[in-house]
């Protein structure tokens, strides 16, 4: 079992960055794809970006692509997302969590996905 514990939100103004982490125990991330997700007020949790068990390869939703960069310290057994160019949109709540299988659609898909975080709160004010 993993537990998986984010961190690094805030609250910001449109324009700022955040990194957030996410920091696992239990097992090690190195075995594992890993995906952050959001979730914002009365909507559904939505895929934001995954990474590759080694970290070669990385997969983005439109949204966040060019903006965000998700990364992965193995040794650290942490999963990064650097956030930039914020806007009042991003503001949710930031889940990472472990997938199950490695296919490119799959990792956009919440089912995908074994062991959560409880979430990190990101509020971007305009």
């Known amino acids: 079992q993993v537990q998986l514990v984010e961190s690094g939100g805030g609250l910001v103004q449109a324009g700022d960055s955040l990194r957030l982490s996410c920091a696992a125990s239990?097992?090690?991330?190195?075995?594992?794809?890993m995906g952050w997700f959001r979730q914002a007020p009365g909507k559904e949790r939505d895929f934001v970006a995954a990474?590759?068990?080694?970290?070669?390869?990385?997969y983005y939703h439109p949204s966040a692509k060019g903006r965000f960069t998700i990364s992965k310290d193995n040794a650290k057994n942490t999963v990064y997302l650097q956030m930039n160019s914020l806007k009042p949109e991003d503001t949710a709540v930031y889940y990472c969590?472990?997938?199950?299988?490695?296919?490119?659609?799959?990792?956009?898909?919440?089912?995908?996905?074994?062991?959560w975080g409880q979430g990190t709160q990101v509020t971007v004010s305009s």
């Open positions: 990474i590759s068990w080694r970290g070669y390869s990385t």
């Open positions: 239990g097992r090690t991330i190195s075995m594992y794809f």
């Open positions: 969590a472990t997938a199950r299988n490695s296919g490119s659609w799959s990792l956009t898909q919440e089912t995908n996905y074994d062991y």
